[in-house]
């Protein structure tokens, strides 16, 4: 699905973004775009950047 329709950033862009380590809208903005356009997406990304960093990350290091 699509989350931000300027950049056409999808939700498993963002998903694989989180996995490898991005942990704000900023940090989407930088690496996809999200949010750099009209900003409407911003909310949506932060929420899925959210549920996405709930759960452990692949190759993230458990102590």
Do not use: F, H, W
Request: proline share 2%; glycine share 8%; with cysteine.
């Amino acid at each position: 699905m699509y989350i931000c329709l300027c950049n056409a950033v999808t939700d498993k862009a963002i998903k694989d973004c989180a996995e490898e380590g991005a942990r704000s809208v900023e940090d989407l903005t930088a690496q996809l775009g999200v949010a750099s356009g009209c900003g409407r997406c911003r909310e949506c990304a932060m929420d899925l950047l959210r549920e996405v960093c709930k759960a452990p990350c692949a190759g993230a290091v458990q102590a």
